[in-house]
Every structure is written in C-alpha cells, then in structure tokens.
C-alpha cells in the first residue's frame, strides 16, 4: 500500500487473534479470512472486494433501461423488477460489471460454481436462454449477444432510431455491384 497500489488485498490467515486482523487491516488489506474457511465464504468474499473496487460508489449499474442493484442483488426494467434465479442474475451482474467484454463460458462456470462440482458447459446456453427471455418480456431486448466460438457480450441498447435503419436498411453504394447490374 505504500507504493500507492490499488489492487485488492485479502488476507488468508491461520491467526484468528483481533490482533493479528487489526495489523492486517492496519497494514491495508482489504478483508482478512482466518483458516479453515468455507470456500463459498471465500467466493464471496473476492466478489464483494471486487465489486467494491470497481469504482462503483453506489452499488447500481445501469445499462439502457436495465438497472442492476449490486446490494440487494435485483434487477429493473423500467423501474419494474425482474424476476431471475441466482444464476441468472450473478450471469447478468458478470456481464453487466464487464460491459463490451466476450465472456467465455468458463469464464460463467467459474463466477457460478468457482471451479466446483462444475457441470457441463451446455448449462451456460441454457441460462443465457432463459436470461434473454425474461429480459425481453420485460422490454429489454438484444442487450446480450453472442460471440461465435467465444461467448456472450453485453452490449449497449440499439436506440429506436438505430432499429428503424436496421428494419429498413439505406441500399448500398458498391460500385463493382452496379457496374455488374449495368453489363
């Protein structure tokens, strides 16, 4: 910490004495975890130190008319909830959190399950699926895309105008197409 350095610190410890995690925190750990630990306690516990140093000093990201509550762990369209299971919405708060990002699907299976008792890689098309049809109810279409052979992306929303361009595209102007049409 004396190097000005932001990266996270957690301290694994066998020390449990106050003392011990009073120095830790004194000497600029971000959280301190005494041995033997859960290791979902533990998951949680990077996830929360890396939420907390992404800059996000309300615990809300927004994206079009999507807003994710990092706290309460809910998500909004519109101001209305929608309803996701837990994997839905740690899925949409990785993608949300990594915005314009291909996030691989190891990449999910490792923020769902941290590398136990993992299933098959299948099961991430699945909640994706399932994911992109709750959002499209509640009026949020098209915000995850796929990536083929990478993954999935959270993208910006297409604003209205950019859909009418999209349903009723501009002809193009290529010169070797019309020059063939005109032969």
């Known amino acids: 910490r004396a190097g000005r350095s932001t990266t996270p610190v957690l301290i694994?410890?066998?020390?449990?004495?106050?003392?011990?995690?009073?120095?830790?925190?004194?000497?600029?750990?971000?959280?301190?975890i005494v041995k033997p630990f859960d290791s979902q306690e533990l998951i949680a516990r990077i996830q929360a130190i890396v939420r907390r140093t992404k800059g996000f000093a309300q615990p809300n990201i927004s994206v079009g008319r999507l807003n994710?509550?990092?706290?309460?762990?809910?998500?909004?369209v519109g101001g209305k909830p929608v309803h996701l299971t837990g994997k839905e919405y740690a899925i949409l708060e990785l993608l949300t959190l990594r915005k314009g990002m291909v996030m691989?699907?190891?990449?999910?299976?490792?923020?769902?399950?941290g590398g136990m008792d993992e299933p098959e890689v299948k099961i991430i098309d699945?909640?994706?699926?399932?994911?992109?049809?709750?959002?499209?109810?509640?009026?949020?279409e098209d915000l995850i895309g796929t990536v083929w052979g990478r993954g999935?992306?959270?993208r910006d929303p297409v604003p209205e105008?950019?859909?009418s361009l999209a349903a009723n595209p501009v002809p193009s102007s290529r010169p070797y197409a019309a020059a063939q049409a005109s032969a």
Do not use: M, W
């Open 104 to 113: 691989t699907k190891e990449a999910f299976l490792n923020h769902l399950y």
């Open 152 to 154: 999935y992306v959270l």
């Open 161 to 163: 105008t950019g859909r």
């Open 12 to 32: 694994l410890s066998g020390l449990s004495r106050p003392g011990a995690k009073v120095k830790g925190f004194g000497l600029g750990a971000d959280d301190f």
């Open 68 to 76: 994710l509550d990092l706290g309460a762990r809910e998500a909004t």
């Open 126 to 140: 699945v909640f994706i699926c399932k994911l992109r049809k709750k959002l499209a109810q509640a009026g949020c």
